[in-house]
């Protein structure tokens, strides 16, 4: 069993920044294809970046591509979401993914993903 909590999110102006953090548990966090998603009211989740579990590629949606940036610190079995250019579009509930097992491909698609944070809101106000 793996807990995922997210922290980090909050009320912002448009053109602000937020870093979003999750937290793991568990033991081999450094196996752990990480992802984020979001949803905002009335739409699906949909995917916002990835990292694989050895931090040397990275995936982003192109929505947010040049303005978040994912990262990990296996150390503190953190992965982070910095969120700059923030955009009223991007108000969401954000959400951390785990995919466990040393992943051969980072996976990009919601379903593949094997634990979920509770979530936290992110609001941009224009």
């Known amino acids: 069993q793996v807990q995922l909590v997210e922290s980090g999110g909050g009320l912002v102006q448009a053109g602000g920044s937020l870093r979003l953090s999750c937290a793991a548990s568990?033991?081999?966090?450094?196996?752990?294809?990480m992802g984020w998603f979001r949803q905002a009211p009335g739409k699906e989740r949909e995917f916002v970046a990835a990292?694989?579990?050895?931090?040397?590629?990275?995936y982003y949606a192109d929505s947010v591509k040049g303005r978040f940036t994912i990262s990990r610190d296996n150390a503190k079995n953190t992965v982070y979401l910095q969120m700059n250019s923030l955009k009223s579009e991007d108000t969401a509930v954000y959400y951390c993914?785990?995919?466990?097992?040393?992943?051969?491909?980072?996976?990009?698609?919601?379903?593949?993903?094997?634990?979920w944070g509770q979530g936290t809101q992110v609001t941009v106000s224009s």
């Open positions: 568990g033991r081999t966090f450094s196996s752990y294809a």
């Open positions: 990292i694989s579990w050895s931090g040397k590629s990275t």
């Open positions: 993914g785990a995919k466990l097992g040393v992943p051969l491909m980072t996976p990009l698609i919601r379903g593949e993903y094997d634990y």
